[in-house]
């Protein structure tokens, strides 16, 4: 929880929130869950069911939005939430191309090392 | 999706082979391609330039963590937003780091060496990735020259 919070506020000094310190907690993983569904849904929407607060879940939806991953959309009179999968997608992108920079480079120490 | 990387590689050469060529600045250098100024020393900023076709504006900037001798040695780098070099700065102070770690492990005909790149999660979920996007293919295209070299030669 610590990490969790430090990792946070040290991605907000920088003026980004961390996609993985945002998925990093139970209940905020379980509202993107539902938003990837790929209805948009009503704070209203999101506390049914759940044994948390209006303002508790709020508050989650806030750190989920700073991060990028939720974003609210207004209808109407209603403020409703989606899903943003692009920060996600552009994390495993970026995954992707280290972990394979890694697997050419240590190819070459390979054939380096084996000569 | 974990936050972070790791890496299991079994080498045919004596854990001593592998120390050395991880931590003598040349022949880390030759492998990794990268022309540092000078050892790596703990504690310390390591400072060269790379020398990967295609990158060599591209710094090498490294703090290097641990030096356990034939065990493990780890330093931690920065993840500058773009290697670009229309938008590159050279400047890595804001940059988010991780931390990457070599360790050494003595097998039947062998060594067992297992990267572990973590830290991740200090990485902005809006990472611009269009310079990677772009770059991407140029890396790919490059790999595939140093195999068929290497193929040729051996």
């Known amino acids: ?115 | 999706m974990g936050d972070r990387i790791e890496k299991r590689i079994e080498l045919k050469a004596p854990v001593s082979r592998v120390w050395r060529a991880l931590t003598d600045y040349r022949e880390f250098g030759e492998w990794f391609r990268v022309k540092l100024d000078g050892p790596f020393v703990e504690g310390q900023v390591s400072r060269g330039t790379m020398t990967y076709p295609g990158y060599e504006h591209v710094k090498w900037e490294a703090i290097i963590q641990k030096i356990e001798p034939e065990r493990l040695f780890s330093f931690t780098w920065p993840h500058p937003k773009s290697f670009d070099a229309s938008n590159y700065t050279g400047d890595y102070s804001n940059d988010p780091r991780t931390l990457v770690e070599f360790s050494l492990e003595k097998t039947g005909n062998g060594t067992l060496l297992v990267l572990t790149e973590s830290g991740f999660d200090q990485l902005p979920g809006d990472l611009r990735l269009e310079a990677f996007r772009r770059n991407e293919g140029g890396w790919t295209e490059q790999m595939k020259n140093i195999e068929n070299y290497v193929a040729k030669s051996q």
């Open chain 1, 1 to 115: 929880m610590s990490r969790n919070r430090s990792s946070i506020v040290a991605a907000k000094r920088r003026g980004h929130a961390s996609l993985f310190a945002a998925l990093g907690e139970e209940t905020r993983l379980g509202l993107v869950t539902k938003l990837a569904q790929g209805q948009p849904r009503s704070i209203s929407q999101l506390t049914e069911g759940s044994r948390l607060t209006r303002q508790a879940i709020s508050k989650h939806l806030h750190v989920l939005e700073t991060a990028g991953i939720v974003r609210s959309v207004r209808t109407g009179r209603e403020n409703l939430f989606e899903f943003n999968p692009r920060p996600i997608d552009a994390m495993r992108q970026y995954l992707d191309f280290v972990s394979e920079q890694w697997d050419q480079a240590l190819s070459r120490l390979k054939s380096f090392v084996e000569r």
